[in-house]
Structures are given as C-alpha cells and as structure tokens.
C-alpha cells in the first residue's frame, strides 16, 4: 500500500509481515499485526469519547508500549499527538497542555499525582486516559477518567478523513525567548522524514533500532517512523546510565543507534564487547557537534560500524548529514541535504552566499514545518516566504513558497559540504536539550529569592552548554545561592538546572534599550573562569 499518512507506516509493514517483531521493551515484543491491532484499537477509542478532526491528545509517559500506540493511534483517529518530555515537572506540563488546547491526555496512575494541582488550569481538558489503574478511586472535576483496557475494548470505527498535510503533531522546543513553542508537522513531514531519513541510514527489516531519546524530541521520534517505514523493529530503552545503554546494544544485537552528544561522550568511556561492532551497523549523532575525540575513541572501538553525523532542526525535522566516507576527511561538517530537502546559505537580502562566505542556513522542501501553534509572530520570524533570488524559485511562480530560516550561521565550501559556525540567537543546548535563557530566569524569579537574574550557556567539553546565573538578592539582601539552587532542583528539570549560581550586588548592567546586559556578564563570567 502507499503510505502517505503516518499510520500507514505500521499498516504497510503489516500488511507485508504481520508476524515480524516491530516494538519492544526488556519483556514484551509486539508483532505488526498485533501493534495495527492495538493501534486501531486506540483510534476507536478516541473517536467513541466523540473527538472531532485535528483535537490535540497530550501523551505524558516514558517510552513504552503505550506511548507508541497512543501516538499513532492519535494520527489514525485523525487527531494530534502531543507528546510530552517525561522528565517535565508539573507546570511545565500544564504549560505545554493550556498552550495546545488539549483536549485528552494519556499518561499513568503513577504520574497523575505530578499533574493534580496542574490539571484544573488545562481549561479544555476533558479526559485522562490511565495507561495503570490507581491504587484508590479518584475523582478530576470536570475530567472523564478512563483506564486504557477500556478505551481499547470500544467498538471499532473508522476515525476522520485527514490527508497528507493536515496537522499531525504538535512538538515543544524552547525558543530563544520564554516558554517552549510548539512546533506544528503535519503526516507529510513526518512520513516524508520517515523515508528520507531511512533511504540514507539504509534501513531494511532485518534492522534492530535502539530507540533511547526521548519520543518527545524529533529524532527520537524518527527512530519509530524510519523502523516501521522499514518494517524493521524498535526496542525501547527508558536508561539511567549509559552502561544501560551499552547493556541494551548488546543483548537486542542493535543495528542502528542514534543519540546526542553527552551520551556518546560517555558511551566513548566505556569498553564494547568486540562483537558487538559486528552487528551495530551504524551510529547517528544528533543534537549538536560531535566531539572529535569521542568520534575517535568510538570509531577505534566499532571499526566496522558506519558513523552518520546529522544536524536538523525540530522546525524542518531533520537538514543535513555526512557520509561516512567522509568521516575521515571533514569530520567537523554537518555534511549536505538529506534526500528530498534543499538547504541554502543565503546572505541576509536573499541571495545565494558563495563559498566559504558565512550566511544563515535556510531549508525549503516537504519538511518544513507549517509553523508555530498559536503564536504568529514568532512563526513569522522563521517561517518566511524564500526570495525569488534563492535556489529553486522561477520568475513565473506567483504563489510564495515558505522555507525555515534557522537563524544558524554556515558556510559551504567548493565541494558543496556545509560547516555549522553558530547560532545566531542566545539559546542554550545542554545534554541534548536546547533552553531558553528566559525560561530558566522565569523559574528563578518565581522562586521569590532573586531581584535580577541572568541565564546563559557556556561551553562544555561533555554537555555542549553548562546554564550558568548571574544573579542579586532580593530587595538588596545578600543572596542565597544554596537556598536558590534548591529551588531550582525542586523547579527545574534536572538538565535545566544552572551549575553555576554567581550572585552579585545589584543593579546588573543594562544595554543601552534598558534590558540586563547578558553579552556583557556572560564575556565577563567567562574571563573571569579564564583567568583563574
């Protein structure tokens, strides 16, 4: 069958080979006619509590059996999966729930408590869905609570109409400034993703993919999409450690492994069995440059292993990536386009950059996603219509056609291979994760301790960024940074926590439109580490 919509990926593979292994944890595998069953299933449920076209469903669990289904279960209703960083504390899932307008969430009886002071303020929540039963009756005013067998047991029912580019999925990602936004894909971009992505990478029904990033991410996500394009299986990994990781690679005789920098960093330390290069086909790296010496170290242990080094971004999937022919030769590039995208080096007028000259990296194609939810203007800062000078546009097009402009700085050199030299906004990426130095100062202001602050990121040989704080006491009182962190461990998600809390006396410098200098403190935070 043709797969242009997302479930279709796993009622293809179904289709084909209802018996091959297509999901796992440590002690379940289903089969693919058994997760179309229980996918199916999911839809059905959905559209019994009367969900209409396109209503979002917020998914707050660890990677599990159920996560997978409510996901794809979701997009076969014709509803949107939101799914939600399990690590997030409560307000942070009350934003994300008020801001989509979600209408149902799935998650477990273990979790809820997390969520009960949150949950009144999602004014257009309606249901909970509880993967576990709890362990007393309870009551959510206002919410339906319906245990997960007895959502599955509803008579089946086809879901709503959808095609192609209708919504899909919402996913968060931190902005440069304030709460995250959510970014909007349709099936398009994640089917077109799908395939892309495993065209290169290879992926076949004999792979075995480690899925150990977090499905809230989009390359975590992608590692169910490639698998079930491929008819391949995917095992799901929920790690405290790294040797878990490592442990996971071993016994699930993994094919394909995809993560972020610090893990690799750590992976890189630890000794392989020598067999396991011998399965391992593959490593992918995402979220950030891959340190030269863990390339080294990890490529000195996997001889046989290929390394694809990726770069993307949430708002078009996934942008580039290197072969691993070129691993040797240029491994500081973040490669070319992946298959059916273009990316450009586009000077600030819209004209194409010659080589080696710095510009900003935009990408046009079936990836590019339709936009942030609810939020135009900062849609319209990223989300532009291409100039007719750039690549591809002709002079007799009369309708625009809107690319994502990344706000990353690049260069391409005469071999047409592209080199990543910054970003052009204060984001943080830390672990993996990109922050916003304005949420973590809006969490430290609300702790009530501070009377100004100051977040920023400074560069890490393991973590990418450590979130460092530059900040006063309140009402010109000494600070307590002690008191402060704390706060912050009870607040914050743990890679959000600064390592660094500076406190000084007040007032903080200010640029000259009022605003707290952060250029200025984080030059000096980083000179003043320098000298000593």
């Known amino acids: 069958m043709t797969t242009t919509l997302l479930h279709e990926l796993i009622s293809a593979s179904s289709e084909r080979s209802p018996e091959a292994a297509a999901l796992g944890t440590r002690n379940l595998t289903l089969s693919y006619g058994e997760l179309e069953a229980s996918v199916r299933a999911f839809a059905s449920g959905l559209m019994a509590l ?82 576990t039963r709890p362990a007393a009756a309870l009551t959510l005013p206002g919410v339906n609570v319906v245990q997960w067998d007895e959502l599955l047991a509803a008579p089946s029912q086809p879901g709503h109409r959808i095609i192609d580019t209708d919504l899909l999925s919402i996913l968060y990602t931190s902005g440069s400034t304030g709460r995250p936004k959510g970014v909007v894909l349709s099936h398009r971009n994640m089917v077109a993703g799908a395939k892309s992505v495993a065209s290169y990478l290879g992926n076949n029904p004999d792979d075995t993919l480690l899925a ?39 016994r699930e005789k993994i094919t394909g492994l995809t993560a972020v920098p610090p893990l690799y960093i ?26 030269l010496e863990t390339l080294k170290l990890l490529r000195g242990q996997l001889p046989k292993t290929q390394p694809f080094l990726m770069y993307g971004l949430t708002e078009a999937f996934r942008a580039t990536y290197l072969p691993p ?41 079936a990836l590019v996603a339709l936009g942030y939810w609810n939020d135009p203007d900062k849609t319209a800062e990223r989300f532009k219509p291409l100039p007719n ?30 080199y990543f030299i910054g970003r052009r906004d204060e984001m943080m990426k ?18 009530q301790l501070v009377g100004e602050c100051v977040a920023f990121g400074v560069p890490h040989p393991s973590l990418g960024h450590s979130i460092c704080v530059i900040a006063t006491g309140k ?58």
Not at 223 to 250: C, E, I, M, R, W
Not at 270 to 291: I, S
Not at 431 to 440: A, I, L, M
């Open 212 to 250: 150990a990033l977090p499905l809230s991410f989009d390359a975590g996500f992608s590692q169910l999409t490639t698998a079930f394009h491929s008819g391949a299986k995917v095992v799901l990994l929920n790690y405290l450690l790294p040797q878990d990781v490592l442990k996971a690679v071993v």
């Open 475 to 532: 009402d010109c009182s000494p600070l307590d940074s002690a008191a402060l962190l704390n706060e912050c461990k009870q607040r914050m998600p743990a890679y959000m926590v600064p390592a660094v809390i500076e406190a000084r006396d007040g007032p903080l410098p200010r640029n000259p439109n009022g605003k707290i200098d952060r250029k200025t403190l984080s030059t000096e935070f980083e000179t003043a580490r320098k000298v000593q």
């Open 50 to 131: 009367g969900l209409e076209r396109g209503e979002r469903i917020g998914i707050f669990l660890d990677k599990q059996i159920e996560t997978v289904v409510a996901s794809f279960g979701t997009a076969r209703a014709g509803c949107a999966f939101v799914p939600v960083n399990p690590i997030l504390k409560g307000e942070q899932v009350m934003h994300i729930l008020r801001d989509c307008n979600a209408r149902l969430l799935v998650t477990s009886a273990e979790r809820l408590p997390l969520l009960v002071d949150a949950l009144p303020h999602c004014h257009d929540l309606r249901h909970v869905v509880l993967t």
């Open 430 to 447: 830390t672990s993996g994760y990109r922050v916003s130095p304005t949420e973590v100062e809006e969490i430290l202001y609300s702790t």
């Open 266 to 291: 750590q992976l890189a330390q630890l000794k392989w069995p020598a067999e396991v290069t011998e399965h391992l086909r593959y490593f992918a790296n995402t979220g950030g440059r891959m340190p």
């Open 325 to 365: 022919d070129q691993a040797d030769s240029r491994p500081d590039s973040i490669g070319k386009a992946i298959p059916n995208a273009e990316v450009m080096v586009l000077r600030e007028d819209g004209s194409e950059c010659s080589p080696n000259e710095p510009g900003e990296l935009v990408q046009r194609g």
């Open 389 to 418: 000078t750039a690549p591809g546009r002709q002079a007799g097009f009369v309708l625009p056609e809107i690319a994502v402009f990344s706000g990353d700085t690049v260069r391409r050199d005469e071999e047409g291979y592209l």
